[in-house]
C-alpha cells in the first residue's frame, strides 16, 4: 500500500515538472487545441510527442506521468 502511494505522489510531482516544460513550448497553443480536441485515451500520447513527459536528463518519457499531465492540462 504504502508503495502504490509513493508511486501515486511520484506521477504527481512529475507531471508538476510536465506542466512547467509545456509553457516553455513555443507551439503551446497549438498543442493545447489539439489536445483538448483528442479523445482522452490519445492525449497521453501528444504530451509524449511534444516531449513534455520526458522529464530532465532522461531520454524517454514517463506514460503515466503523460496521462496525468494531459488531464491537468486538458482540464
Sequence with gaps: MAQN????????????????????DPLLAERLAELKAASVYSRGD???KAGWATMPGMTEANAQVAKACATQLAG
Design 5 to 24: 502511494q509513493s508511486k501515486t505522489d511520484m506521477v504527481a510531482a512529475l507531471s508538476l515538472i510536465c506542466i512547467d516544460q509545456s509553457t516553455r
Design 46 to 48: 501528444l504530451v509524449v
